[in-house]
């Protein structure tokens, strides 16, 4: 038997209310601070991500779906959603709009990463961009949507934490450090560390590794070795996080998994920590507009995975409004009724009233059993005596009542008592 490919899943629609609820509070937030809807391909010039990410993170090294297409090009599933706006953002001359230019989007992601909770090989994200601009006050107001974006979910025992990892000028300085750190350190190192030493240093505060864990926990902090351009850079955006009163932590070891970032990173994370516990995490990126061909322009982001939310959100017993279904069956009994129903279906949808209709032949009872497991508020009945009396009986679910209604007048009565 056929089964969804690993690390994928079906949204079945008992978790359909899940996913209208989060889009819900994303149409509102995203309202809110005016970021507008971008959407982009599912897949994408390969080099496009290669040198987006970095040659020597996860995500380029062993996660993307890369494939040629028939014309020899080489293609690769989104396995993020930044690269493709900032690909649009440039295509599309954005950067003779008013600057910064807001968006946001809702993607399906790809990585294939070792499937566990929380942790797919397809999965969807939301995301921010906001390009054209450098002021401290916009990493404040990217952090701030995502804060109220949880918030507005009803989400609640979530951590902030946030990091500067400097720019081209102050960094080369800090990995010297690093370095320097890291070659005093007994063999205690992994064998990715010992990598990671070589070609991408930064990566060293990343590891998971528990042996690595002490020698990095004992790093020098990188928000020390700012140049002063990015001390007032972070300065500024603390204070303005405090201003916005929302709570944060310094954590000099978050970095994140690719390296375009410059400046501020941040990463949220629920205070109860699961498997999968980053649930949305960003920063700046203020050199990959000019690395991928466009003119500079500084830039900030956040992309959070709608999926972990989910699981939050059930974790915190948050209630989810249910689905609106129709509010009316029409059952009916034998071909003439059913003539009948037909038509009275089309009747009632028309005048804009959910209807469902019962097919094949079964029994009262059993359309009865399906108008309750619909959850429908009303159940019109037509049979040989109300095909004859152009009549039907109108049923309301919720106490035993019925009444005769004649058809021409069924539309009026139940938009009546629907009100
Ligand atoms: P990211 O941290 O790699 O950032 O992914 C963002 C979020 O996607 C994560 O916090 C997590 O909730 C979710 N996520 C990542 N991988 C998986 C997975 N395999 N299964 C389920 N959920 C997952 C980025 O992608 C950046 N583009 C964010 C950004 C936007 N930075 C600047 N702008």
Known sequence: MYQAARGTTDILPAEQPYWRYVEKAIAEVTGLYGYQRIDTPVFED?????????????????????????????????????PAVCRAFIQHGMQNLPQPVKLHYVSPI????????????????????????????????????????????GLTRLALQLNSIGCKKCRPGYLAVLKDYYARQPGTLCDDC???????????????????????DATPESFKYLCPECAEHFQKLQKYLGRLEIPFKLNHRLVRGLDYYTRTVFEV????????????????????????????????????????????????????????????????????????????????????????????DRSLKAQLRQANSLGVRYTVIIGGDEVKTATVTLKDMSGARQETVSAADLAGRLNRLLK
Request: aromatic share 8%.
């Open 46 to 82: 390969t080099s496009l991500f290669r040198r987006s990410a970095g040659e020597y993170t996860d995500i380029v090294q062993k996660e993307m779906y890369t494939f040629d297409d028939r014309g020899g090009n080489s293609l690769t599933l989104k396995p993020e959603g930044t």
């Open 110 to 153: 790809f990585r294939y990463d070792r499937p566990q909770a929380g942790r797919y090989r397809q999965h969807y994200q939301f995301g921010v961009e906001a390009i054209g601009e450098a002021d401290p006050a916009l990493d404040a107001e990217v952090i701030d949507l995502a804060w109220r974006f949880y918030r507005t979910l």
């Open 194 to 216: 010992k990598i990671r030493l070589e070609k991408n240093p930064l990566r060293l505060l990343d590891c998971k590794q528990a042996t690595c864990q002490p020698v990095a």
């Open 269 to 360: 994370q629920p205070e109860l920590e699961g498997g999968q516990s980053t649930i949305g995490g960003g920063g700046r990126y203020d050199d990959l507009i000019e690395e991928l061909g466009g003119k500079p322009a500084p830039a900030i982001g956040f992309a959070t995975g709608i999926e972990r939310i989910i699981l939050n959100i059930k974790e915190q017993n948050i209630s989810i409004p249910a689905l609106p279904g129709p509010q009316v069956l029409i059952a009916c009994l034998g071909e003439e009724a059913r003539e009948t129903a037909i038509n009275l279906a089309a009747q009632l949808r028309k005048a804009g009233i959910g209807t469902a209709m019962t097919t094949g």
